[in-house]
């Protein structure tokens, strides 16, 4: 039987390695728990062994779980998949985050549909660092452009970026792309200061993730268990 307690215990014991191995502090790094098609059930077991940080992919499926958790009020949602524009209004609506911005229509979709009576929704541009034409995500060279119009937006407050490389076991690859986009993380976060936020690594990448800046990573076999 999985013990989400024990992953969770497992998981953050790796990301205390990986911040000392590069002199960082664990502090500096959220866990966000991605709990798609995951019961309501083993999110209250993740909520009851002190994670309050989770990501959905599929609109229908996340509101769901935020009414049936709707009594643990600190819980953030975080919205992690693709933003169809049919949906935008819901995911600007019921989640505090929206991860893989990767279009202007997008980002403009999630202004217009944000409340004023809450805060501004925190989103993150996805990068498409590997090119990959099955993969979501903007070019590093667009990332200027979209940043500068998503800045300007009063109801989305721009947190940083995000990017899935292609899958590959080589360390010294998988650092190697992170890397890259912490780079262009850093260079503007020297523009807008409101940036904060490094989206990178998952349960079989943390470890070259976390010494390339990462400052959240999303975790979801290694806590959940294989979908």
């Known amino acids: 039987m999985i013990s989400i307690k024990y992953n969770l215990q497992q998981i953050r014991k790796r990301i205390l390695s990986a911040a000392e191995e590069c002199g960082r502090s664990p502090e500096e790094i959220t866990l966000l728990a991605v709990s798609k098609t995951k019961a309501s059930s083993m999110i209250l077991e993740a909520i009851l062994s002190g994670q309050r940080i989770f990501g959905e992919n599929y609109v229908q499926e996340g509101l769901k779980k935020i009414s049936e958790l709707a009594l643990y009020s600190d819980v953030q949602w975080h919205f992690i998949g693709s933003v169809q524009s049919n949906k935008s209004r819901l995911v600007a609506e019921n989640f505090s985050w929206c991860h893989a911005i990767d279009r202007l229509s997008v980002a403009q979709n999630l202004n217009n549909h944000r409340p004023d009576y809450i805060a501004p929704l925190n989103v993150l541009i996805q990068i498409n660092i590997s ?9 590093l060279s667009d990332l200027p452009i979209l940043a500068k119009h998503i800045s300007r937006m009063s109801r989305l407050q721009l947190r940083g970026l995000t990017a899935i490389p292609a899958p590959c076991k080589d360390y010294r690859y998988q ?18 200061p409101n940036i904060d936020t490094l989206s990178l690594g998952m349960s079989n990448d943390l470890e070259p993730a976390i010494i390339a800046g990462s400052t959240l990573v999303r975790i979801g076999t290694a806590i959940f268990g294989k979908r």
């Open 131 to 139: 090119n990959e034409q099955s993969k979501s995500g903007i070019n």
């Open 175 to 192: 650092l190697s792309m992170f890397q890259k986009v912490a780079l262009a993380f850093y260079t503007l976060k020297q523009i807008y």
